[in-house]
Every structure is written in C-alpha cells, then in structure tokens.
C-alpha cells in the first residue's frame, strides 16, 4: 500500500498548493521548448526564480527584467501587497528563455514582459497566468487542482528550506515581513512533524 507523502497530506488538510519537484520542472520545460511556446517557458522561469505573488509577475515590465539589450542578472520589484521591495536573481535558464521570447515578443505602449495579446496596452491577467499553470502540470501527469500559481512560487523557497534549514533566507526571497508567515507559507511545521512521524516503526 502506497502512503502519501508528508507534503501529499498538507496539501489534503490546508488547501496549500505543492511545491514542484526539479525533475517535473525539467518535464515542463521540456514539453514547452518542444512546442515552441517561448512565451510560457519564460514565464515559467521568471516566476521561479522571483517567487513573486501571481499578481506580481504578471506585471513584471521589461525594465525590470532588462537593461539595454541584455537580460539583468538580478532584479528589483515592489511588491503589490506588501509595498516593500524583494530582490531576485534571474538565473542563465531564464535569461535565455526571457531572451527568445523577446525575439517574439509584439511590445505595446506600456513594454510589459508579459503582454495581454488582446490588447497590448496591459498585461496578462492572474487568471491568464494561472490556465497554462494548470496546463503545464496536467502535461507531465500532475493533478491540477493540487498545483497553481502558488505553487511556482514556493518551489525555489521550499528546496532551499529542504536543503539548508535556513527560514530566514526564504523569509527574505518571498519578501515576508514576518518569520512567522514564512513558517506558515511553507507549511514548515506541519511537514516536518509529518516526516519524523513516519520514520518512527512501532
């Protein structure tokens, strides 16, 4: 019999939206560079390496991203919810992907990275970024409704947590203004409890 994973059972009791694992972002990438859809693939990687609310890569602009003609290294946004700023590296993935998209990319008036392709003078909305969400971890075999934007979000925050222990740094990358929150966000308690109660045998 098949237990489910100590993440499996959060996602069951809080409603949180699971992270993604390296190997099922490989799979996206993958299936999306094979369909030459240059606009979701960056839109994947900025969302992962900013761990920025939906409502905030939605609205990236290019000068957020760019500077001249080359992709930044490393960026700085407000965030709409909080006001305050959060820092972000974008990683050699993303700037390649950011940078075939640009050679696509039709520019409105406003220069969004992400433009509406109804109307060029504003941005895709959080509801056009959540659908390919969903469409991209229905194509390597997910379950949607466990997944969403959030879920992009968390990915970096929650391998980091896993691999250092350090809350403080993912306090920082998703630009809380609390530990508390991040505790929360990452439903860091919950996990490990679950974890260290299923590698008892009694």
Not at 19 to 32: E, N, T
Not at 76 to 99: C, D
């Amino acid at each position: 019999m098949l237990h489910p994973s100590a993440a499996e059972v959060q996602q069951r009791f809080t409603g949180a939206k699971l992270p993604l694992k390296p190997m099922q972002i490989w799979g996206m990438r993958v299936r999306l560079q094979v369909a030459k859809r240059w606009r979701d693939l960056a839109l994947l990687d900025v969302a992962l390496d900013s761990k920025l609310r939906g409502c905030d890569v939605v609205a990236l602009r290019l000068c957020d991203v760019v500077a001249g003609t080359a992709v930044r290294k490393r960026a700085v946004v407000l965030q709409q919810k909080t006001g305050r700023p959060v820092v972000f590296e974008i990683t050699q993935q993303a700037q390649r992907s950011v940078q075939r998209w640009l050679e696509q990319r039709l520019a409105g008036s406003q220069d969004w990275l992400f433009p509406s392709r109804m109307d060029h003078e504003h941005h895709i909305s959080a509801r056009q970024y959540a659908r390919p969400v969903k469409q991209w971890v229905t194509v390597i075999g997910l379950e949607p409704s466990a997944y969403g934007t959030h879920s992009i979000r968390r990915t970096k925050v929650s391998l980091l947590y896993r691999k250092t222990g350090n809350l403080r740094a993912c306090q920082l990358l998703l630009g809380h203004t609390k530990l508390e929150s991040t505790v929360r966000y990452l439903g860091v308690e919950l996990d490990d409890a679950l974890e260290m109660s299923a590698a008892l045998e009694i």
